[in-house]
């Protein structure tokens, strides 16, 4: 599958060490794309998502291969460290400090942020559904009347609308 998806090589067609992976829609194409860490000397792969579970690798072309080309990376994950909306990485890297990458290509769109507490159902809320109400589309827009949590207790929730731009924490009513 590996093969089909073009994601077991690099650029160049090397084979690479594959320590670790994680995933998320960098390009907001509304598809998954996946950064591979790999061995030192071989940097890290930023596999662009382009449909049809097929994979072109970006990692030299927005600077990850040579930014973490000296470093064995036995690890990746995509989190939000600066609140800003956008994602950053965390690549913990072997006999080094793990190396954080702030994601400078910024935000452009509105977004919102929520964290979801569980009261009734597990504290992290896992598998509850949100979704967001604005002008009677459900969607996220410049302005949001409504959020509406479904938890995975069953219980539903509607909270007001927030501000852009900003994360709020909702829990869940008990
Ligand atoms: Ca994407
Ligand atoms: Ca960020």
Same mark, same amino acid.
């Given at each position: 599958?590996?093969?089909?998806?073009?994601?077991?090589?690099?650029?160049?067609?090397?084979?690479?060490?594959?320590?670790? *992976?994680d995933?998320? #829609? !960098?390009?907001? &194409? /509304?598809?998954? @794309?996946? =950064?591979?860490?790999?061995?030192?000397?071989?940097?890290?792969?930023?596999?662009?998502?382009v449909?049809?579970?097929r994979?072109?690798?970006?990692?030299?072309?927005?600077?990850?291969?040579?930014?973490?080309?000296?470093?064995?990376?036995?690890? *990746?994950?995509?989190? #939000? !460290?600066?609140? &800003? /909306?956008?994602? @950053?990485? =965390?690549?913990?890297?072997?006999?080094?400090?793990?190396?954080?990458?702030?994601?400078?290509?910024?935000?452009?769109?509105?977004?919102?942020?929520?964290?979801?507490?569980?009261?009734?159902?597990?504290?992290?809320?896992?598998?509850?559904?949100? *979704?967001?109400?604005?002008?009677?589309?459900?969607?996220?827009?410049?302005?949001?009347?409504?959020?509406?949590?479904?938890?995975?207790?069953?219980?539903?929730?509607?909270?007001?609308?927030?501000?852009?731009?900003?994360?709020?924490?909702?829990t869940?009513?008990?």
């Amino acid at each position: 599958m590996a093969l089909e998806a073009e994601v077991a090589f690099d650029p160049a067609g090397r084979t690479t060490g594959a320590m670790a *992976a994680d995933a998320e #829609d !960098l390009n907001e &194409d /509304g598809r998954l @794309d996946l =950064l591979v860490t790999n061995f030192n000397s071989q940097g890290t792969s930023l596999h662009t998502n382009v449909g049809g579970m097929r994979f072109v690798d970006r990692g030299n072309v927005v600077g990850l291969g040579m930014t973490m080309f000296k470093y064995s990376t036995f690890g *990746a994950r995509f989190l #939000d !460290l600066d609140n &800003d /909306g956008d994602p @950053d990485v =965390l690549l913990p890297c072997v006999g080094e400090p793990p190396r954080l990458l702030r994601n400078e290509g910024g935000n452009r769109n509105r977004w919102r942020g929520v964290r979801l507490v569980g009261t009734r159902s597990g504290r992290d809320a896992i598998g509850a559904r949100v *979704a967001v109400t604005a002008g009677g589309r459900t969607q996220a827009l410049e302005r949001v009347d409504a959020i509406e949590v479904r938890w995975p207790s069953g219980h539903v929730d509607r909270f007001p609308g927030t501000a852009a731009n900003r994360y709020v924490t909702l829990t869940e009513e008990s």
